[in-house]
């Protein structure tokens, strides 16, 4: 193994200063460079790579042929996290970004960095303070920037969203985009379309109401919101009660980055479970629009379609996960989603309509969906104070965390979990800012495994699986050098063959994986680089069960230097 450099080792202030200032501006990244980035895999312009959410790269200097000659080059220490009091926990689940030679990525606790992509050497970093008591259900995460217009654009834990300048990292723009003190937040990575920067809401554990904005990328101003739970007298209105306020605080948020077709000029947000999770009695109805995804008109915020994958969800089966766009030999324009409870869905992206839908994991007992769409609800917790077990939890068959889709192999890898829960409903009132859960959950300490799927979408066969000892909690990244890369969370970071899954390198990271590689090149050296820092992962669950205890890192691989 070569030598690498230690980046974020105690850089002295001398050196910060004379590094400072030397990032590109990114003036020139704009909505048409970011429609053309395929063509451009030098860079990672955009939070999946691609508006589509493939992640995947043309980039092939890394081989199957070679990987197994991958070496750090270098590590960039962002610092030691660990777990934080009450129910919030650490965790490095950012994508970074990279422009031009210079990477932008955001960590936990409000901070942001510019690096030097080569060395990784520190160029400039902020940090945006939040109150420390804030209402965070899953963990105090950020998962990524945007970049553009000269500028680099984050969320906040206290709800805002902000613009920094890209050269010096300071505040251009800062805008409220919820309420903190009801429970609101914001963990996602926005996404720059066009002139506007797209942003989706957290806290449905908290009963806030779910919603994706849409703000001006150069001043901050809003120029629409769509909610995601209807008021009354809306489209989808009459699948909530007819009376009492229970759509004011249903949830549906949109905590994960949506993806985007620029010729159909539509969003594909993915939105959250309803509230209170698990007491639907308090909720009748199928609870739009809830574990849905939703065809957002990207000028004007109205909503085209909708598809609900889970209605009246009493699991906690929130369906953010990423909308995978993709399209088939025939032509048809197609979308992918492997959800929580368990079953992977192929839709007609222009009309929402049932393409396919198969189940990608081994265990499903909460309910079954038939061939044409058809849900029936068998497990769930209805009487009060009785444990039911089901499969998958709450964590889900899929977490947040991302597949990725190669147009060589025709699959899609998706990381996989095969984890239960115990749920005992628990009825609770609604207070502002308090969990609005409607039960306890204890997941399932001794019975679970994890693995890659390779599944064809198209026919829903698997191909292939990596199986591993605990479930699979990082995105995978797939290349044109026949590659799957993903992180696992007792600290390995993994090669796969694409058309095989046989494994064929891995490196020790010293700490968990929850988080999204990312590669490309400078000066003509490919790298792949991926955040470590594993604070916490669902219920019930530390780093120490998995054996990977917390701390914050870049790494960057690439092939030694001749």
């Avoid at 129910?87 to 690096?115: H, I, K, Q």
């Avoid at 834990?157 to 805008?175: C, K, P, R, Y």
């Avoid at 993915?270 to 308090?282: K, M």
């Avoid at 994890?450 to 909690?473: I, N, Q």
Wanted: aromatic fraction near 12%; charge should be negative.
């Amino acid at each position: 193994m070569t030598d690498y450099v230690d980046a974020g080792a105690a850089i002295p202030q001398m050196q910060l200063s004379a590094v400072k200032g030397s990032a590109p501006a990114t003036g020139n990244v704009d909505h048409d460079r970011i429609l053309r980035a395929r063509t451009e895999p030098d860079n990672w312009l955009t939070y999946y790579g691609t508006f589509d959410g493939q992640r995947y790269s043309e980039l092939d200097q890394i081989s199957k042929d070679n990987v197994r000659r991958l070496s750090p080059a270098w590590v960039f220490q962002a610092g030691s996290t660990g777990m934080q009091a009450g129910a919030s926990t650490y965790s490095f689940e950012a994508s970074p970004l990279v422009v031009e030679g210079v990477m932008y990525v955001s960590g936990p606790d409000g901070r942001c960095w510019a690096l030097d992509a080569k060395t990784g050497a520190e160029l400039w970093r902020y940090k945006h303070a939040s109150p420390y008591d804030v209402s965070l259900c899953c963990g105090n995460v950020n998962r990524g920037v945007a970049v553009g217009h000269g500028k680099v654009y984050m969320a906040t834990l206290n709800a805002h969203v902000i613009a920094l300048d890209a050269t010096t990292g300071e505040m251009v723009w800062d805008t409220t985009a919820g309420d903190v003190r009801a429970g609101e937040s914001r963990t996602v990575a926005p996404l720059l379309v066009k002139d506007m920067v797209i942003v989706g809401s957290s806290g449905g554990e908290f009963g806030t109401r779910g919603c994706l904005d849409a703000f001006d990328a150069d001043t901050g101003e809003r120029r629409w919101r769509r909610y995601m739970i209807p008021k009354p007298g809306e489209p989808g209105s009459e699948t909530w009660p007819a009376d009492g306020d229970a759509w004011q605080r249903g949830g549906g948020n949109c905590w994960v980055t949506p993806t985007y077709d620029p010729e159909l000029e539509l969003l594909f947000p993915g939105t959250g479970n309803p509230a209170p999770d698990f007491d639907g009695a308090v909720r009748p109805g199928d609870n739009l629009y809830t574990d849905s995804v939703v065809a957002v008109d990207v000028n004007t915020g109205e909503i085209r379609w909708h598809y609900q994958f889970t209605p009246h969800d009493l699991w906690d089966y929130d369906s953010t996960m990423e909308n995978l766009l993709f399209d088939a030999p025939d032509g048809r324009k197609l979308l992918a989603h492997a959800d929580k409870n368990g079953y992977f869905f192929v839709l007609d992206r222009t009309n929402g309509e049932l393409v396919r839908v198969f189940p990608f994991c081994d265990r499903i007992t909460w309910g079954e969906i038939t061939p044409d769409g058809e849900v029936t609800a068998k497990i769930y917790p209805d009487e009060e104070g009785v444990p039911v077990h089901f499969w998958p939890g709450p964590a889900g068959a899929k977490e947040w965390t991302h597949m990725s889709y190669s147009p060589q192999t025709g699959l899609v890898y998706i990381p996989v979990q095969e984890v239960g829960a115990t749920a005992t409903r628990r009825r609770r009132e609604f207070k502002e800012s308090i969990p609005y859960w409607g039960a306890g959950v204890a997941v399932d300490l001794d019975d679970f495994y994890g693995f890659v799927s390779a599944v064809d979408p198209l026919t829903g066969e698997e191909k292939w699986r990596w199986r591993y000892e605990y479930p699979m909690t990082a995105s995978t990244l797939a290349t044109a050098g026949g590659l799957v890369f993903v992180g696992l969370a007792t600290g390995e970071f993994i090669a796969l063959d694409a058309a095989t899954g046989e494994k064929l390198w891995q490196f020790q990271c010293g700490s968990g994986h929850h988080s999204s590689p990312s590669t490309y090149t400078v000066d003509g050296r490919q790298y792949v680089v991926v955040p470590t820092g594993f604070g916490g992962w669902v219920e019930g669950f530390t780093p120490g069960l998995l054996g990977a205890a917390s701390g914050d890192s870049l790494f960057a691989f690439a092939l030694p230097e001749d």
